[in-house]
Every structure is written in C-alpha cells, then in structure tokens.
C-alpha cells in the first residue's frame, strides 16, 4: 500500500527565503507525482506535475524534482513572498491509475 | 477555460439524512474523482468515474455512492448521515483515464452533518 510523508509538518520563515519541502512515498511504482497549493478552506490548485520518467519541472519561483528510485521528491520555493502562505500537498499516482494518495501536507507561513 | 465546479459550496445536514453533491468536470474532462478531507485523515480518495463507469473506489462504506452522467457530470450521494461524515468533499477532473493526466480540483463542498 503507497504511503506519502511530508517533512515538515510546518514551517515558518521570512520572506524572501529559499526553501524546501520534502516527500516522500513508499512505493517507486508510480506513474506520476503532483505538488498542489492548499489555502484554508479552499480546493486544491495544481502547481506542478511531474511524470515518472521526468527528474524536474519548474514553474516561475518553483522547482520540483523527483527520484522515483529513492522515493523522493523535494519543492523549492525560491525569493518566498507572504503570498506564498498555505498549505503544500504533494499526491502521487500509481498502478490504480487517476487515484490520488496524498501526504498529509506542509503548512508554510511566510512573515512580512 | 472553466475550471471544475461544485454545487452547493456549504451544506448542513443532520445525522440519519442523506445528501447528493454535484460536480462538472473541465470541459472535455471525462475522469471524475472524489475526495474527503478532514482533519484527522487528511485527503482520502473516494471513488473515479470514466464514462459512466465506476474505474476505482476507496475504503469507504456502502453509503458513499456516486454516479457519472453522459455528459461527464458526477453527483456522490451519501445516505445514512453520520457525524464523522462532515468534511469538505472535492471533486477532481481530468481528460482520460487511459492514461494518468494531472488533475484539477474544485473548489469543493463543505459538508458539515450535526
């Protein structure tokens, strides 16, 4: 059973920082990972997708990279704006196709 | 391009009623997923929907139900309401189910069951 780990559970930096999150899954045989931005209660907006074969994708201030094989994926946020406040979701899909598994998010607080 | 819309946004129940929830996927859309969220466990998939047809479906009872129409709409029905029922229930839509695409959500249906 695929199980997502998100380290950390919060952050909170000064704006302007670069940072990273972490994910992590358990199972290398996915199709594809997705890191969505979450505002409080609120859906949940694409930010970038990445396919298996792919390494990285960027995306103005963002970059994400994936090792399928050490089942891992980090999101860096650089230049971080109080914009930037939410929660950060990353989602992989595998062998169930369109089916989502989900870690439980990093809620990140940019200070002005 | 509109995006994935739900109706209604808010809705309050009490327990033992039953509740339906719509979505319409992004035009061309014709994969329909279902999520819970809630605090305690986080986003759970429910159920996916490709032409009319049930692809997949979480662990979650009988009483979670949904169906799919001809235009790619999807209604989930809930029967039996239950207090751990109330969550916000998104709904998700991408083009094929063929293949693994990225996803769009909506913005969702808070659901709260008192």
């Known amino acids: 059973k695929q199980e997502v780990t998100q380290i950390p559970a919060a952050l909170s930096v000064p704006e302007g920082e670069n940072l990273v999150l972490n994910c992590s899954f358990t199972?290398?045989?996915?199709?594809?990972l997705q890191w969505f931005r979450q505002d409080p209660g609120k859906g949940l907006t694409s930010l970038l997708l990445?396919?298996?074969?792919?390494r990285e994708q960027t995306s103005g201030r963002l970059n994400a990279s994936l090792d399928k094989s050490s089942g891992r994926s980090t999101l860096y946020i650089a230049a971080s704006q109080p914009g930037d406040s939410a929660t950060y979701l990353c989602?992989?899909?595998?062998?169930?196709?369109?089916?989502?598994?989900f870690g439980a998010g990093t809620i990140l607080r940019v200070k002005s | 391009k509109a995006g994935v819309t739900q109706t209604p946004r808010y809705l309050i129940k009490t327990r033992g009623q039953q509740v339906t929830l719509s979505c319409s996927p992004i035009?061309?859309?014709?994969?329909v997923s279902w999520y819970q969220q809630t605090p305690g466990q986080g986003l759970q998939f429910l159920f996916e929907?490709?032409?009319?047809?049930?692809?997949n479906k979480g662990n979650f009872p009988g009483r979670f139900s949904g169906r799919q129409f001809s235009n790619s709409r999807s209604e989930m029905n809930v029967s039996t309401l239950e207090l751990g029922d109330s969550a916000l229930y998104l709904c998700?839509?991408?083009?094929?189910?063929?293949?693994?695409?990225?996803?769009?959500f909506g913005p969702g249906t808070r659901l709260t069951v008192l």
């Open positions: 998700a839509s991408s083009p094929r189910a063929d293949t693994v695409d990225e996803q769009f």
């Open positions: 199972d290398s045989a996915i199709y594809n």
């Open positions: 990445i396919q298996s074969s792919q």
């Open positions: 989602a992989v899909t595998g062998r169930d196709g369109n089916k989502l598994v």
């Open positions: 035009s061309g859309h014709r994969s």
């Open positions: 929907y490709f032409s009319e047809t049930q692809r």
